[in-house]
């Protein structure tokens, strides 16, 4: 019998591992690294879940476009060092589900991975689930924590590392560039016009187009790729209520699959990121309105804008010749940005100033129009979650508005109780690999904040500028960053700087010890110790009660048959009696599965984490709901005889869940 390449792996090494030290023949430290790479399903509740990111208490899920993953890199030194890089396709990288993966590495690995040498970061869709943070600000529109949301991405992020783990052999990393223009857009122009002329200069298309792709190889084999470029994951639309990883998501799926290979135990041989950097201004909605360029078709537009990106990356990918090679290295720490004392060498005036407790200002409330205009809150309506916490009125002092002038507070999430709306301390991280730096922070940093800190830490390092990559979204989330000059705008982005107008200039400083401590082989404090907020969470959005099919009618059965035959390029839509999706999410499965005839057999042939179908969860009377399935067939489908599946669970009164089957006829494709 067969055994896949992963197992073999993971065999191997299971026994020395165990102890915490991998064995390495004499012959593996001749070739530099091991490495090694995986992937899971991070996906929700695919219905009656608010999605993370536009703040609209409206848009909950209702099916999955395409599943999102966890993508997990593992480098090591022989018998040394070693670093783990992880990109989830969702919103934020919450401190939350740091914590949570970390305290899992430990129960697994012991001090093999920890906070030091772990990165998280998040590709920032905004067609994920929401309610994994624990702090309020980002449960608001969520109705409070939602468990199943925060364990799948826990659990995705944890087994994919394992893979990762499992995987590691002896290989090498090349690092290839190239530069992108057509797959964003400065959304905040205003601001960006404020920085002086020498940071403009160094963006003259006002975008950051760098692209910064590293290769992995083990022997003569490609096992994956990281492929950094700045651009939000906003090509779906706040009317969206499909789970998607949006263009990053789509670009990481269209170059995995178009490989066309999968091991014996269904991991793909390949893994593919595509991680932010600094992205706090950039848009993919080339005409500055909500899905909105290069079409005005939202799906259309997120293809294109992955593919965008696919394809640069794919030519960095096959041009990259420069090895990385050197040692490996990490400095970690956590900051309490509301109170940081910031030295003259870092500020627009040479002068000493100091960070301020989180608050938010008025024009944040408007939503980032180019992006996804609205309220936290519609006016009118009640959020029992808001209400449970008091409300959202809490007192300004003059000292706390003079502090963060010229914004115009609208709320001081610092001062709320029972405990902050949003964390004010936060993790700083910088990780080497070889000659390449990753600068971890956790916000969204706009392409001229990013540029002030690469130049910092590059600096500092006495390293070139291109060497240091702004990695955003990591390890935890806290809004946005400003160039102190775009702060004095108060656009969308200035007002969503928590910590005022000084906010970069601490982080630079910050940054630039990390830095420092890096390049004299100093340690670093460990900082103050950040909350653990596991036993202080609400929850107001309804669960499942119970499932019931209409009369005469059972789960799984048909509602809409297909018919009897299409041609490649038209719609197959089938209906089924289904029960809630929240009661067996189907990580790392499915809901929905178009098989294929072949040989006698029926087999997988596409599945709700592929992008020709789509899988919609509809109520249509109290516990009833129907489950609609579509594959739009691609052109290159080879003609055969298909049909569609259904994998649904149903919820009784005494809270027995039932899975079941749904199957349409037979159909063929010419």
Known sequence: MPVSRRTVLAGAAAAPLAAGVLAIPQATAQQGYLVGAGISDVTGPAAECGMMGYSMPQQQTAGIHQRTRARAYVVAEPGGRRIVFVTADVGALFQSVHQGVLARLAQRYGDLYTEQNVLLNATHTHAGCGGSSWYAAYNLSILGFQRQTYDAQVDGIVEAIQQAHDDLAPGTITLGRTELTDASVNRSRTAFELNPQADKDHFPLAIDPAVTVLRFRQGGRDIGAIAWFATHGTSMTNANKLISGDNKGYAAYAWEHGRGTRSLDGAPEFVACFPQTNSGDMSP?????????????????????????????????????????????????????SKVTVDGRYTPDGRQHTTATAAIG??????????????????????????????????????????????????????????????EVLPLQILRLGQLYLVGGPAEYTIVAGLRIRRTVAAELGVPLENVIMQGYANAYSQYVTTPEEYDSQQYEGASTLFGRYTLP?????????????????????????????????????????????????????????????????????????????????????????????????????????????????????????????????????????????????????????????????????
């Open 362 to 423: 008025v024009s944040m409330l408007a939503g980032s129009t180019e992006d996804g205009p609205g309220l936290p809150l519609p006016e009118g309506v009640r959020n029992p979650f808001v209400d449970a916490l008091g409300g959202m009125d809490a007192p300004i002092p003059q000292a706390l508005a003079d502090a963060h002038a010229p914004k115009v507070i609208a709320v001081p999430f610092g001062a709320m109780k029972p405990y902050p709306w949003a964390p």
């Open 506 to 670: 601490a982080y630079q400083q910050e940054f630039a010890r990390l830095a420092a401590a890096m390049r004299t082989g100093a340690t670093v404090p460990h900082g103050p110790v950040p909350r653990d907020l596991s036993g202080a969470q609400l929850n107001f959005q309804p669960g499942v009660v119970v499932d019931s099919p209409p009369l005469l009618k059972r789960f799984g059965d048909v509602l809409t048959e297909a018919r009897g035959s299409y041609r490649r390029g038209e719609q197959v839509v089938v209906e089924f009696v289904t029960g809630h999706p929240k009661n067996d999410l189907h990580r790392n499965g499915t809901f929905a599965e178009i098989q294929r005839l072949d040989g006698g057999a029926w087999v997988r042939h596409a599945d709700d984490g592929d992008w020709a179908t789509k899988y919609r969860w509809t109520r249509t009377f109290l516990a009833e709901s129907k489950a609609t399935i579509t594959w739009d067939i691609p052109p290159d489908t080879p003609v055969g005889k298909y049909r569609v599946v259904h994998f649904g669970d149903a919820k009784a009164l005494d809270g027995t869940i039932t899975p079941f089957t749904g199957t349409s006829r037979a159909f063929v494709v010419s």
């Open 285 to 337: 909605n080339l005409n500055l309105k909500p899905g909105s360029g290069p079409t005005e078709d939202e799906f259309t537009n997120t293809r294109i804008i992955g593919e965008r990106q696919f394809t640069a990356a794919k030519t960095a990918f096959d041009s990259a010749r420069t090895p990385i090679a050197g040692p490996l290295d990490f400095r970690f720490c956590y900051v309490d940005m």
